[in-house]
């Protein structure tokens, strides 16, 4: 479900100090991202920019599943049909949230 090397790689890449605040925010952009996806159901283009973000994000954090989710509602927005399970796609974005925040802090425990 997590990708712990890409989660340690961006840790790295900025800096222990500042993973914390980056992952923050992207965390909530995720989220305010995910409650516009109702709106763009009838719409290829913004579902697909929509997907596009999401999925880089998820990617940065190391959410597999979210990653790949996102991956395939973009191709197929792209190709001009709406696939994406919005439920699903939350769901198991909160899956993610809680196995990414508990493993982060065994993981990485100062």
Same mark, same amino acid.
């Given at each position: 479900?997590i990708d ?7 840790r790295?890449?900025?800096g222990?100090e ?8 992207f965390?909530?952009?995720v989220e305010?991202? !995910?409650?516009r996806?109702?709106g ?7 579902m697909?920019?929509y997907?596009?973000f999401?999925?880089?994000?998820a990617?940065?954090?190391g959410?597999?599943d979210?990653?790949? !989710?996102c ?8 190709a001009g049909?709406?696939t994406?399970d ?9 899956q993610?949230r809680a196995?990414f925040?508990a493993?982060?802090?065994?993981r990485?425990?100062?």
């Open positions: 479900m712990w090397i890409r989660v340690a790689e961006l790295d890449e900025i222990p500042d993973f914390e605040e980056v992952a923050e925010l965390l909530l952009e305010d991202t !995910l409650s996806l109702p763009a159901m009838n719409d290829t283009a913004q697909q920019e997907m596009h999401l999925k880089g994000s990617l940065n954090l959410f597999c979210v990653t790949d !989710l991956s395939q509602g973009e191709s197929d927005a792209a049909r709406l994406v919005i439920h699903r796609l939350k769901d198991l974005y909160v993610s196995v925040e493993g982060y802090a065994k990485f425990a100062a």
